[in-house]
Every structure is written in C-alpha cells, then in structure tokens.
C-alpha cells in the first residue's frame, strides 16, 4: 500500500514534468515546479500614484484584475494517509529577490484532495506579486515546497462530511 507521495495529473501527462524532490536529505520540503511559464503581474500595475483607495475601488468592480491571486499550476497532485495534510510553502527567496507573496499563507492539501472530480487533485501555487514590475515564471522553475505534516482532531470530533469538488471547495 502506497503511503505518501506526488503523481502527475493527466492533464500534464506528456510534458516532461519532474516530481517533486527534496533538495538535501536533510531538508523538509519537497520542491514543486511550475509546470507552464507564467507572468505574475505587479499589484501596481496601473501606477503607483493611483492610492491605495482608489486601488480597493477599482479591485472590487473588477474582481478578475489585479488584487486576485495568479494561480501557478505544478501538474502534480498528492496521495497521503487520511490523518495528514500537505502544507504548500513558498520559497525563501521568492518573497526578498522576487516580491512573490502565497496569497494564503500557507496552503493546506488534504487527503482528499486526491483525484477529486473538479480537477484530479492538482496543486497550484497562488502568488500575489506586491512589486512594481510582473514577474515571468518559466516551466520547471521550483516555486514553492510542500511538507507532508500529521494532524490531530479535537474530543467528539463528527465530521463526516465528503470532499464533493476541487480547489477552495469546502465553504466560503
């Protein structure tokens, strides 16, 4: 029985994509690459001088613009026990040499994720870019780690509730 580990979702099946791999044997994470290129554009793309209200404004009328989070496919997706999640992690240098941000955090893989019906389990990296240029990310660039990580539940714990799609499916 397979415990844990990466595959590549059928959609990225014959683009000569890597695996995810930790780096030294002592390092936690396992590097994730971007599985196409992609441009990450600036959160000031429309000029600095606009101000910060006028930003909010324009974000909220046009909410497929700026303030949304580019979501950066890997190709990859992961199976895990039913006890433990995948935490997604940015890299270290991402945020000090790039202005690459994950717009959640962290990102948190469940176990059921895996091969969902909405879109097979597949794990995208969100990135909001808070620097005055885009940033261009190419195929096979590593973008970010993701920790395989136990957890617990809390006394009288009930859900049992069913995964029923893909990405941010469990509520709003």
Sequence with gaps: MKKRGFEIVST?????LNLPTRATKQAAGYDFEAAIDMIIPS??????NWGIKTLFEYAKANENHILKPTLVPTGIKSYMQEDEFLQLA???G???KRFLLLANGVG??????YNNADNEGHIMFQFINFGLTSVTIKKGERIGQGIFLPFLKADGDVSQNERT???GSTGV
Excluded: C, H
């Design 43 to 48: 959160i000031w793309e429309n000029g600095i």
């Design 90 to 92: 940015n890299r270290s």
């Design 12 to 16: 990225f099946a014959n683009d000569n």
């Design 94 to 96: 991402n945020p000090l």
């Design 165 to 167: 799609s893909g990405f």
């Design 108 to 113: 948190v893989i469940d176990a059921d994720y």
